[in-house]
C-alpha cells in the first residue's frame, strides 16, 4: 500500500468515501454538506461528486433533526454519519445522543444497535467566539454508551473514522478546526486503527504529556523546545477518549514518573481530572512529583484575537508547568 501527503480534511474525505464504498447503508447527513461541500471543505474533496445528494443529504438547520433522525436510522439497520457544524451546537440535540443513542442498546435488551457516527468541530483558534469554540468532551466521556474518539494527525483521522463508522455503538467524532490544514503521510486505500487505543507521538523519559485533538501539536512542540534544556519529554495522544486507554497511561508514568495531562479544555470539570484520578487511584506509587493539569481558563472562550491567544494552551505554558514539575 501506497502512501501520499493529506490534509487533515482531506483523510477525513478520504474515509468517508472509502466506507460509502464498501457499504450501501452507510450515508451522511448535516447542513451544507452537499453540493455547497460542508463548510469545513470536508466533503468537497470529492465525497458529494461520487455519491450524489442521495446518499449525502443537506439537512435542515435543526440539530435535533439530524441527531433524532440518526438514531431512528441507525435502529434500523442503516450506518448514517452525520455532522454537526460545531460542537457547541451538539447541546441543543444532547437528548437525542445521550439519552436515546447512548442507550439503545441497553433499553432494547442488545436486540437493537445504534451504528451512527457523529462528525463535528471543536476547538478555540479561528475568531469564532463564544458559541463557536469550545472543547466540550467531558459532558460526552460522562454518558456511558457512547465513544468519543479525537484524532490529531491525518493519519489518525482516517483509520480511526473506518473504523468509527464500522463499530456497532454510536460514536462521537471530534475534529478540532485547527486542524483541517495540517497535512501528513496517509496510507492510500483501506486501513483501520483500533478504537481504544493511545499513541506515544514522542518518547521521552523525565515526563509524560497526556494529550488530545488540538493539544497533540502543542505538546510535541513543547517537548522540542524542553530538550534543549535537557529535558526528555514523551509526548502520549490518548486518540481515544472513551473507552481509554489506561494501560498506556500508567505504562508511560512508570516510566517517566511525572504526568502533566493538557487540554484545551475548561480546567475545571475537564477530562483531564478523570485521567488524573486514575494515575492517583492505580499508580500513586509511580509518581515522584504531584500530577499537573493545563487547561484553558474557566471562561468562556473570547472573541477578541489577544484574549483568545491567551485562552489557548500553547507550547510555552506547556513548558513552564513541565519545569515546575521538575522542580
Not at 457512547?146 to 455503538?169: E, F, H, Q
Request: hydrophobic content about 45%; glycine content about 10%.
Amino acid at each position: 500500500m501506497g502512501t501520499r501527503i493529506m490534509s487533515y480534511a482531506e483523510a477525513v474525505a478520504d474515509a468517508l468515501k472509502i466506507e460509502m464504498r464498501r457499504d450501501p447503508r452507510v450515508y451522511i447527513a448535516g447542513e451544507d454538506v452537499g453540493r455547497f461541500g460542508g463548510s469545513f471543505g470536508v466533503t468537497g474533496y470529492g465525497v458529494f461528486a461520487e455519491f450524489g445528494p442521495e446518499r449525502v443529504r443537506d439537512t435542515p438547520i435543526s440539530e435535533t433533526a439530524i441527531v433524532g433522525h440518526a438514531v431512528g436510522a441507525a435502529a434500523a439497520g442503516l450506518r448514517p454519519a452525520i455532522e454537526i457544524l460545531f460542537m457547541d451546537f451538539l447541546l441543543i440535540a444532547m437528548d437525542e445522543l445521550c439519552n436515546q443513542a447512548a442507550k439503545v442498546h441497553y433499553l432494547f435488551g442488545g436486540q437493537l444497535k445504534c451504528p451512527l457516527v457523529l462528525r463535528t468541530a471543536v476547538g478555540a483558534g479561528m475568531g469564532t467566539a463564544a458559541h463557536h469554540s469550545q472543547s466540550l468532551e467531558a459532558m460526552l466521556c460522562h454518558t456511558a454508551g457512547l465513544i468519543t474518539i479525537a484524532p490529531a494527525t491525518p493519519y489518525d483521522v482516517k483509520g480511526l473514522l473506518s473504523s468509527a463508522i464500522r463499530d456497532d455503538n454510536p460514536v462521537v467524532f471530534l475534529e478540532h478546526k485547527m486542524l483541517y490544514a495540517q497535512k501528513g503521510e496517509v496510507p492510500e486505500g483501506e486501513y483501520l486503527i483500533p478504537i481504544g487505543r493511545a499513541d506515544i507521538k514522542r518518547e521521552g523519559s523525565d515526563v509524560t504529556l497526556v494529550c488530545w485533538s488540538g493539544m497533540v501539536r502543542q505538546c510535541l512542540a513543547a517537548a522540542e523546545d524542553l530538550e534543549k534544556e535537557g529535558i526528555s519529554a514523551e509526548v502520549l495522544d490518548l486518540r481515544t477518549l472513551i473507552p481509554l486507554d489506561k494501560e498506556a497511561i500508567l505504562e508511560s508514568v512508570a516510566k517517566t514518573h511525572r504526568l502533566a495531562i493538557v487540554h484545551e479544555a475548561c480546567l475545571t470539570g475537564g477530562f483531564g481530572g478523570e485521567i488524573a484520578s486514575i494515575v492517583a487511584d492505580k499508580g500513586f506509587d509511580l509518581l515522584d512529583a504531584p500530577i499537573k493539569r493545563v487547561a484553558g481558563p474557566d471562561t468562556p472562550v473570547p472573541f477578541s484575537p489577544v484574549l483568545e491567544a491567551e485562552f489557548i494552551v500553547k507550547a510555552d505554558k506547556i513548558a513552564a508547568a513541565v519545569r515546575e514539575l521538575l522542580g
